[in-house]
T-cell receptor, first 111, second 114 residues
């Protein structure tokens, strides 16, 4: 079953704009991760935030985590056409051997 | 460096035929291994995972099985494919413990059952 629900399901923006994607989950987590998937390809890990962290940065990516609301957001600043992809959140719970993925946000960045 | 190989990239099979998808990892020992299925426009559904040779956990009862005959080899099989087995299959590996279970994915196999 899906642990996370992502919002919006699809997002279309212009190059240079910021893109924000949200993820909500249902149970307590050890960490939350964001992955990117180009069409027809495997997923690539972007960033991990632990349950005791509130914010994390990596290049143009900024992730926040609110464990009280069981939600996370991914912000991509100054988007580029090459950022066009699907973005998934995934949570690690309990013993930590499994990821449970959200439903994903399809991001399209137009020139 | 670690690499993951998954093949074939595309597969078209008739209903009732057998299936064997193979995944191998290089450059690491005793990885956790995973098989996922992704329906079009959807998230990933975990099918099987393995923490060691011969140790397979099944997440969803279905027409598929998995085996891990060697430390870095993970095989997804079916004796008789169903139409509903069509989808995009992804293999992944991770190192547990302090690594936080970051997973590294293969390129995927697009399976069409006709």
């Amino acid at each position: 079953s899906q642990q996370g629900e992502e919002d919006p399901q699809a997002l279309s923006i212009q190059e240079g704009e910021n893109a924000t994607m949200n993820c909500s989950y249902k149970t307590s987590i050890n960490n939350l991760q964001w992955y990117r998937q180009n069409s027809g390809r495997g997923l690539v890990h972007l960033i991990l935030i632990r349950s005791n962290e509130r914010e994390k940065h990596s290049g143009r990516l900024r992730v926040t985590l609110d464990t009280s609301k069981k939600s996370s957001s991914l912000l991509i600043t100054a988007s580029r056409a090459a950022d066009t992809a699907s973005y998934f959140c995934a949570t690690v719970t309990g013993g930590g051997n499994k990821l449970t993925f959200g439903t994903g946000t399809q991001l399209k960045v137009e020139l | 460096s670690q690499t993951i190989h998954q093949w074939p990239a595309t597969l078209v099979q008739p209903v009732g035929s057998p299936l064997s998808l193979e995944c191998t990892v290089e450059g690491t020992s005793n990885p956790n291994l995973y098989w996922y299925r992704q329906a079009a426009g959807r998230g990933l559904q975990l099918l099987f995972y393995s923490v060691g040779i011969g140790q397979i956990s099944s997440e969803v009862p279905q027409n598929l099985s998995a085996s891990r005959p060697q430390d870095r080899q993970f095989i997804l099989s079916s004796k008789k494919l169903l139409l509903s087995d069509s989808g995009f299959y992804l293999c992944a590996w991770s190192v547990g413990g302090q690594g936080g279970n970051i997973q590294y994915f293969g390129a995927g196999t697009r399976l069409s059952v006709l």
